[in-house]
């Protein structure tokens, strides 16, 4: 008689989600977060978070790695279009390692989709072209990512800590950081006030 297998539960993917913490998550990084699914499946899921702005300016990133010219028209060009651009912090994993954000009409050498609205870069080609002034319309440079082992995302959405939010590029890239979590609840009609740190069961 054949070996029966039992096919293992398919996980639902969040690529593209936005999560929204809740009242539990009081510690940081995360608390009061949005965070962008980047990847989710059996293994594990990584995300970045969207809403955590540092002093390191995208300025000083392109010229410590030496991505914009020390002199000359363009460079000063380039200097004033990234005056006051800060980078983010995305999370508390490898925190120097760099990601960009960006709309999908730009294609790099490790660009992976993350919607059909935002794909995600790694690769050094993103920045070369930001610092010459010719990168994506609307990006953003963040530093760090968040990582969950397997099944540990879904144990905390099972745990109420947080809720997960269809994700647009306005959210992603226009709201104002300091109001990102509000308007991101707002999407879904949900007020911080209304919001239980209780497990909740039907």
């Known amino acids: ?19 929204l913490s809740m009242p539990r998550l009081k510690g940081e990084p995360f608390a009061n977060s949005v965070v962008l699914i980047c990847q989710h499946d ?11 702005p540092q002093k390191i300016a995208v300025l000083d990133v392109l010229q410590d790695l030496k991505l914009i010219e020390s002199d000359g028209a363009m460079a000063a060009q380039s200097c004033e279009a ?4 800060a980078s983010y912090s995305g999370g508390p994993v490898d925190p120097f390692r760099g990601f960009v954000l960006h709309d999908s009409w730009n ?9 059909d609205e935002v794909h995600l870069t790694s690769s050094r080609d993103v920045l070369e072209e930001i610092g010459r002034g010719e990168g994506p319309q609307h990006y953003r440079l963040i530093l760090g990512y968040a990582g969950w082992g397997a099944g540990q995302l ?8 947080w809720l997960v939010i269809p994700s647009s590029p306005s959210l992603v890239f226009y709201a104002d950081p300091r109001f990102q979590w509000q308007l991101t609840a707002q999407s879904l009609g949900i007020e911080k006030m209304h919001l239980s740190s209780e497990v909740g069961h039907s």
């Open 42 to 52: 059996a293994e594990g899921s990584m995300g970045l978070i969207l809403n955590k």
């Open 154 to 161: 879904e144990q905390e959405l099972a745990e109420n800590a």
């Open 107 to 115: 294609i790099y050498e490790s660009t992976m989709k993350v919607s």
């Open 1 to 19: 008689m054949g070996k029966a297998y039992v096919d293992e539960p398919m996980v639902q993917s969040f690529v593209g989600h936005l999560l």
């Open 82 to 85: 990234l005056q006051g651009v």
